[in-house]
Nanobody, 118 residues
Framework: QVQLVESGGGLVQAGGSLRLSCAAS????????MAWYRQAPGNQRELVAR??????????DYADSVKGRFTISRVNTKNTVYLQMNSLKPEDTAVYYC?????????WGKGTLVTVSS
């Protein structure tokens, strides 16, 4: 059974940085896409960044709101995906969720809270 566990959230001032981690356990195929989503109070969950692999090449795409500030990466040997967040803004405040799409199923972690103070 696939499990995803996020860590690394916390309170940071605007302009600061945080690095989120998501450790996946169970039967994970490295070719499957993994992603970070976020959900702020009163808002729908939105895609932040996604990473997929084709052979030895990794592909990443980002929401326009985080391009140039956030970087997603993946270490397949550790079944771990990271989200490096720089130049954080108060509007980045949200619960961040890790997602794995595998065999047409979506798996989710419980989330980690990121709070950016102004």
């Amino acid at each position: 059974q696939v499990q995803l566990v996020e860590s690394g959230g916390g309170l940071v001032q605007a302009g600061g940085s945080l690095r989120l981690s998501c450790a996946a356990s169970g039967s994970i195929f490295s070719t499957n896409a993994m992603a970070w989503y976020r959900q702020a109070p009163g808002n729908q969950r939105e895609l932040v960044a996604r990473i997929s692999s084709r052979g030895s090449t990794q592909f990443a795409d980002y929401a326009d709101s985080v391009k140039g500030r956030f970087t997603i990466s993946r270490v397949n040997t550790k079944n771990t995906v990271y989200l490096q967040m720089n130049s954080l803004k108060p509007e980045d405040t949200a619960v961040y969720y890790c997602n794995l799409n595998q065999n047409a199923m979506d798996y989710w972690g419980k989330g980690t809270l990121v709070t950016v103070s102004s």
